[in-house]
């Protein structure tokens, strides 16, 4: 059973009398485990297709189950739960809470997850160490580098350990060597076991992934599996 | 979510904002502390009057000639003459009212008195000398006059302290002649300073034996009042029916709304000064309150700038994993939380207040004037700023709580 599985799925905004349409009928199927990367120019649905993977947003039509469930059988609070549960988000602009250390900005998932309160520390150290920030625990967000933030919302990404991992446009506000090291993170997670999904419009971070999906104004172009999959292990050792 | 993480992220929220949360809370601290003030003011001037009431004894019960008044034409000064020997005769029998200890008769009136120059105006009481005992003015120099002196109508005095400042400055009183309206009477006592007792300014007063009082200087042949002693305080209730029993048959009177007198205890007139003076109160804490108003605008004003701005903060946590209710609930706190602070300072400031007026007004209207803050007017303010951050944040927090975490995160 496909972990991610949508059929036909459509989303249309309407502004005024306007309409635009997203997503015209997309379909597809991921695997628990799969590192899948979604590409497109902008304007072609891919964030919009995050979101609603992510329970973000709902579709407007066609049908999208996760887990084997449709998710129009979820509840606004169900909704929330599996967000925090199974899900981790990482944004472009990293979404970190101003003024606030990196410990309690890794800690924030768990507020929402009834996790006993003593055991908190210790799994947001143990996040935190995941992406080599140890030393940076009791820092504020502001105090940190570019890519610094992003491995802190990466942290706080996986900290509930979550079965799949959305990342929207990770690197995007990263030169290319934090982002390097940023996509060695995700990388390393999906072997981990954590499904990665993850939007892109540069090539050459989507090689990072298993398998590449296109769209192209709110449909599907393409769904290509890569030959030749991008190594961060390789690429650190080659700079 | 626990509450006391709910809490803490409340708190969290407020911190980031300091300077705008103080501000923001300032209508509600001058709302809390004038309530404060305005009950710890009503309070203190209620204790004042009731001190003074109760004064003459909770056994004393007080007979007004007159009745009631039933409406604007109707008029129960009608019967200012009611109160004469015979009744204060009934009255004395065992037999009619076995709770009497003893009465005094009164005669009350205002007039001119001279000691060779001087001359001033003082509060003349006719009264038996049972009033030393009501009124605890035993002389401090000199002695009360006794029965057998008002049955024979001597000319005797006891004088205020004041009444002794004014006439005889430093020089000795004691034994000397002065002469009320036109007839001359003996000082036999001065009294110490008392204050007002009762609604009497004992200080500014001269006592004189009724009968006295009655022939030579009121002229007439009624009493303005009757004094009664119960035996004790419990017996006060039956006292009083007996007495209105007694004077009702003396007079007449089948219809107790056509009673030609007024009874009063100590603790009906403390009711009636309760009720007026918590009936002032009320009306101008309502007036305070208008602030309290204004505060929680101020406070839902803010909180909706607050969840504007935080935007992007909803709709991450809603990403993580909030629901509707985790927001609702942290928005809410917030202002709540926002108000009870403002209420605590409020009330700290209202309270040193209090005790500011109160050292003034000791100084300047009574020295009984007692600082009081009821532990009700705490919880009140409490209260009341805890249930205006819950109404004014209600709506911030709805609109917080409704925003998609998808929107929430898109706003720039």
Known sequence: ?239 | MSSKNSFKTAIRGLKTNKSRSALTILGIIIGISSIILIMSLGKGAEELILSQVRGLGSATIIIEPGRRTQGPSDFGSLFTDSLKDREVEALSKPSNAPGVEGLSPMVVLSTSVSFENEVDSFMILGAAPLIADIVDVYPETGQFFTDEQAQQLSAVAIIGSEVKEKLFGPSEALNQNIKIKDKVFKIIGISPKKGQVGMLDVDNSIIVPYTTALKYLSGMNYYHQILVKAKSEKIVPETVQDIEATLRELHNITDSTKDDFQVATQEDIAQRVGTVTSVLTIFLAAIAAISLVVGGIGIMNIMLVSVTERTREIGLRKALGATTKNILTQFLLESIILTCLGGMVGIALGVFFSFVASLILSRMVSSGWAFVISPSAIALGLGVSAFVGLVFGLYPASQASKKSPIEALRYE
């Open chain 1, 1 to 239: 059973m496909p972990l991610i599985e949508i059929h036909n799925l459509e989303k249309t905004y309407i502004d005024g009398e306007t309409e635009t349409h997203a997503l015209s009928g997309v379909s597809f199927n991921i695997k628990e485990g799969e590192f899948v990367a979604i590409m497109g120019p902008s304007g072609s649905g891919k964030s919009t297709l995050l979101h609603i993977l992510g329970f973000l947003d709902k579709q407007s039509g066609g049908n999208y189950f996760f887990d084997g469930q449709s998710i129009d059988d979820y509840g606004e609070e169900k909704l929330a739960n599996v967000r925090n549960k199974k899900m981790g988000f990482i944004f472009q602009s990293f979404n970190l809470l101003p003024r606030t250390t990196v410990l309690n900005n890794v800690k924030l998932p768990l507020l929402y997850s009834g996790i006993k309160e003593n055991l908190w520390q210790a799994m947001a150290e143990k996040a935190i160490e995941q992406v080599g920030l140890t030393h940076r625990l009791n820092y504020e967000t502001s105090q940190l580098s570019g890519g610094e933030r992003q491995r802190v919302a990466i942290a706080r990404a996986l900290i509930n350990n979550p079965q799949v991992i959305f990342a929207d446009e990770p690197t995007g506000n990263l030169d290319s060597k934090s982002g390097g090291a940023v996509m060695e993170i995700i990388e390393a997670l999906n072997d981990n076991g954590h499904t990665i999904i993850l939007i892109t419009h540069e090539t050459y971070t989507a090689e990072y992934a298993e398998r590449i999906i296109t769209l192209k104004d709110g449909l599907l172009e393409s769904d290509k599996k890569v030959e030749q999959r991008r190594k961060g292990a390789a690429l650190s050792f080659a700079k």
